[in-house]
């Protein structure tokens, strides 16, 4: 229990407590919410292969969701770092649950795992997937780029649009218009 107490307002008692019973019942309603929010969007289909550079640049009306589900095990991962007692127990079973008993250690095997996972929880008429490209070398995560040293932002255009090629395999040409730079 902990004293709370606003500006001109009495004292109250606030429990910060977090039962396992919350913890086990926000789990469900998360993954729920998920569920309802993918079931709720719909994306317009663009084939990346046969779609002419005009159709890429132009802003759908409806956007695509993309749901990392290793963010979310990672905040589950957060929660067990701080929790004590039976919301522990709690958080640490659903992430052995998510990962399926953590029966791989590389991580293609947990993303399967996670596919497994939402494949059992979503209804049946809805589709989710996780992809992987396998890349013979690993890249860094995060590319650092600043338009600050680039008087006309062409330069840093230029690299985005390259790293994007590289990464899609050339299906992609480019993202930021050449007319869009920071310093038009």
Not at 33 to 57: F, I, T, V, W
Not at 86 to 104: E, Q
Not at 106 to 130: M, N, V, W
Request: charged share 20%; hydrophobic share 40%; aromatic share 8%.
């Amino acid at each position: 229990m902990k004293l709370s107490q606003d500006q001109g307002t009495a004292l109250t008692f606030v429990d910060t407590r977090i039962s396992h019973y919350l913890v086990t019942s926000f789990n469900e309603v998360l993954v729920a919410y998920g569920l309802h929010a993918l079931r709720g969007c719909s994306a317009s289909p663009l084939d990346l292969l046969q779609s002419s550079n005009k159709e890429k640049s132009t802003t759908p009306p409806l956007c695509a969701t993309c749901v990392n589900p290793l963010v979310a095990v990672r905040a589950w991962s957060l929660l067990t770092l701080v929790a004590v007692g039976k919301t522990l127990k709690a958080a640490d079973k659903f992430i052995y649950n998510i990962l399926g008993a953590a029966a791989s250690d590389d991580f293609h095997g947990t993303l399967r795992a996670l596919h497994e996972y939402l494949e059992e929880k979503q209804p049946k008429f809805s589709c989710i997937r996780l992809f992987v490209d396998h890349q013979p070398k690993a890249r860094p995560a995060f590319m650092e780029c600043s338009f600050s040293g680039d008087d006309d932002g062409l330069a840093s255009i230029a690299r985005i649009n390259n790293e994007v090629q590289e990464s899609t395999g050339q299906r992609v040409d480019y993202v930021v218009r050449e007319d869009n730079g920071p310093n038009r």
